[in-house]
């Protein structure tokens, strides 16, 4: 599992997000929780860029970490979920990255910004300059041999709108792609992925879901 923090891709770090990474090695997983170069001096696609080649790492090393180089997965919260999405729906990054699509079992976008008008927000800055959505978001750009997806969506979610997901997954559907939108009760836009570290598991079932989508699509 590679997994990629939130924080309107200006913010945040792998340091923040141990949480994450402990609770899927818990759960059995291989985790390698990422950095990547953050924006307003890095713009799009520089983030999903170095998604790509943490995952070309990730799988190089994987036999080496006790995992496969044909079982990976990745997950991703906010602006991460989006970087998480962007990286295996578009078949440009992979193949730059030389990672092969079929080596990707599945992704997992928590709250993530997949279909949205990026100018008329603060994100705008995260993005080239002229940059539009047609060009950019993922939901635009969806390969009809992508993965399976889990979008996760909070209930309460005041930050990301949820039609992201709902686009989103209309995107996969029209391409092909298995995907499933579940949106949690009693959650927000932290507390969805807060859920996942092990003292917090009671806020909601981010965690549980995660871990059924992984145990559902993997490799045996």
Same mark, same amino acid.
């Given at each position: 599992?590679?997994?990629?923090?939130?924080? +309107? &891709?200006?913010?945040?770090?792998?340091?923040?997000?141990?949480?994450?990474?402990?609770?899927?090695?818990?759960?059995?997983?291989?985790?390698?929780?990422?950095?990547?170069?953050?924006?307003?001096?890095?713009?799009?696609?520089?983030? !999903?860029?170095?998604?790509?080649?943490?995952?070309?790492?990730?799988? *190089?090393?994987?036999? /080496?970490?006790?995992? /496969?180089?044909?079982?990976?997965?990745?997950?991703?919260?906010?602006?991460?979920?989006?970087?998480?999405?962007? !990286?295996?729906?578009?078949?440009? &990054?992979?193949?730059?990255?030389?990672?092969?699509?079929?080596?990707?079992?599945? !992704?997992?976008?928590?709250?993530?910004?997949?279909?949205?008008?990026?100018?008329?927000?603060? /994100?705008? =800055?995260?993005?080239?300059?002229?940059?539009?959505? *047609?060009?950019?978001?993922? *939901?635009?750009?969806?390969?009809?041999?992508?993965?399976?997806?889990?979008?996760?969506?909070?209930? /309460?979610? +005041?930050?990301?709108?949820?039609?992201?997901?709902?686009?989103?997954?209309?995107?996969?559907?029209?391409?092909?792609?298995?995907?499933?939108?579940?949106?949690?009760? =009693? !959650?927000?836009?932290?507390?969805?992925?807060?859920?996942?570290?092990?003292?917090?598991?009671?806020?909601?079932?981010?965690?549980?879901?995660?871990?059924?989508?992984?145990?559902?699509?993997?490799?045996?």
């Amino acid at each position: 599992m590679l997994f990629i923090h939130g924080g +309107s &891709w200006e913010g945040g770090d792998k340091e923040g997000h141990r949480f994450a990474g402990e609770s899927l090695a818990r759960a059995g997983y291989v985790t390698a929780v990422m950095n990547y170069r953050l924006a307003p001096k890095n713009r799009y696609p520089s983030y !999903v860029q170095d998604a790509a080649s943490a995952l070309k790492v990730l799988r *190089d090393r994987s036999v /080496s970490l006790g995992g /496969s180089p044909d079982n990976l997965f990745v997950m991703g919260h906010s602006a991460g979920g989006f970087n998480a999405v962007e !990286v295996v729906v578009n078949e440009r &990054w992979l193949r730059e990255a030389g990672v092969p699509v079929s080596s990707v079992r599945g !992704v997992i976008g928590i709250a993530g910004p997949y279909s949205y008008d990026f100018r008329q927000f603060s /994100s705008a =800055r995260a993005f080239p300059q002229g940059g539009t959505p *047609d060009e950019i978001m993922p *939901d635009r750009h969806v390969r009809p041999d992508a993965p399976p997806h889990l979008l996760l969506v909070a209930e /309460s979610d +005041s930050v990301v709108y949820p039609q992201n997901a709902v686009n989103m997954e209309a995107a996969l559907k029209r391409a092909g792609v298995p995907v499933t939108r579940t949106v949690l009760p =009693r !959650v927000n836009h932290l507390t969805i992925m807060a859920a996942v570290a092990r003292p917090l598991t009671f806020l909601g079932g981010t965690r549980q879901a995660v871990i059924d989508f992984i145990e559902t699509h993997r490799r045996r």
